[in-house]
């Protein structure tokens, strides 16, 4: 290990505020942790790279904000309450002001979430950044993609489109709305629903390749089809104000990096679903159903089905 390495090491080792349950954190060969008596460990790894993942122009504050909150989508999509993490750094030259600036966005998250960051790895290669994330449910309470069933109701938390309004006016060389850039550069993970729907919904998952894709592995999961209405999808007062009709449809049913909850539930759950967002002080609204049969059927307001140009999150790149 170089010098600049063990500096870097160092810098990001105090900051890496600790949890009573980290024996043992970075500076040792792995570190440990005490898993509490009666939970499951829920696991995933997320890698966002430069120019695929995100744009050139964004700042390390952010890059450090969205790698860890795409990860932490995946632990809120699970049902799951953080834990801790890892972080995989591979860094084009050790530019320390860099690292400290992205460390700046990661920490704020991290703390927020109240996720603990207990090692990782460090190298040299092209711009790229990984995170390992590890939460806890109580056993058999994990929500999957499977279990969704025939009369479930389909809701979605947020609102649908910004990242990708965000990145139409980017790809199109126009003036970027601030209000959807900070959607796209700093999604929110929505760990407070996550948490209220955990013995409510009988599946779910994040929304990063765009709701109708998404909701499909949902479907195939479990064996059931669903209708979504165009209408009902939630929109920003910033993704209304840019884009009308079929064009703001399609960015927000078949773009991706939302970041948002899509989940299904019994219509007995209506009342208890609200309470869940009035407590998240996050909106979630009800955007179709699940059906008999297979696939995903997005429907106008006189029910006529629409057909959607493309599914799911093309890289801009
Ligand atoms: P080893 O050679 O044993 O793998 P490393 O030099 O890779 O050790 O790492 C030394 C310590 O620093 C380990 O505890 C590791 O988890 C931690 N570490 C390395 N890179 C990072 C990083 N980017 N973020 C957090 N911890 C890191
Ligand atoms: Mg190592």
């Known amino acids: 290990m170089s010098v600049e390495e063990f500096e870097l090491i160092d810098r990001i080792r105090l900051r890496s505020a600790l949890r009573d349950d980290v024996i043992l954190s970075i500076g040792d060969d792995a570190a440990v942790v005490q898993v509490p008596a ?3 460990l829920v696991i995933a790894t997320d890698t966002i790279n430069r120019g695929i993942h995100f744009p050139d122009n964004t700042a390390p504050a952010d890059v450090g904000w969205k790698v860890l909150a ?8 699970m049902g799951a309450v953080p834990a801790w993490c890892t972080l995989s750094l591979s860094l084009p030259q050790g530019d320390l002001a860099w690292v400290d600036a992205f460390l700046d966005g990661f920490f704020e998250l991290a703390t927020a979430s109240r996720i ?22 109580e056993p058999g309470r994990a929500l999957r993609r499977a279990g969704a069933r025939v ?3 389909v809701w979605v938390t947020g609102t649908l489109g910004d990242a990708a309004g965000a990145l139409a ?3 199109a060389g126009a003036v970027v709305d601030p209000a959807l850039r900070r959607r796209l550069d700093r999604p929110t993970p929505r760990l407070a ?36 209405d165009l209408p009902a999808l939630p929109v920003s007062p910033a993704l209304a104000a840019a884009f009308e009709g079929a064009r ?14 899509c989940f299904t539930a019994p219509p ?31 429907l106008h307001a006189d029910g006529s089905e629409w057909e959607t140009p493309a599914l799911g999150f093309v890289h801009f790149a």
């Open 151 to 153: 009369g479930d109701d």
């Open 38 to 40: 009666g939970k499951q």
């Open 70 to 77: 795409v990860n932490l989508s995946d632990l809120a999509a």
């Open 268 to 298: 007995s759950a209506r009342a208890a679903i609200a309470r869940v967002a009035q407590e998240a002080a996050t909106p979630i609204t009800c955007v179709g159903r699940i059906v008999a049969g297979a696939g995903v059927r997005a």
């Open 248 to 261: 703001r449809q399609a960015l927000q049913a078949t773009v991706g990096d939302d970041y948002e909850l």
């Open 193 to 228: 629903v996550a948490a209220g729907i955990a013995g409510i919904a009988h599946a779910c998952i994040d929304v990063s390749d765009g709701l109708l894709a998404d909701l499909r592995h949902v479907c195939d999961a479990s064996q059931v089809g669903a209708e979504v």
């Open 169 to 171: 006016q980017w790809r």
């Open 116 to 137: 603990a960051l207990v090692g990782g790895d460090t190298t040299r290669g092209s711009l790229s950044v990984s995170v390992t994330v590890l939460g806890l449910v």
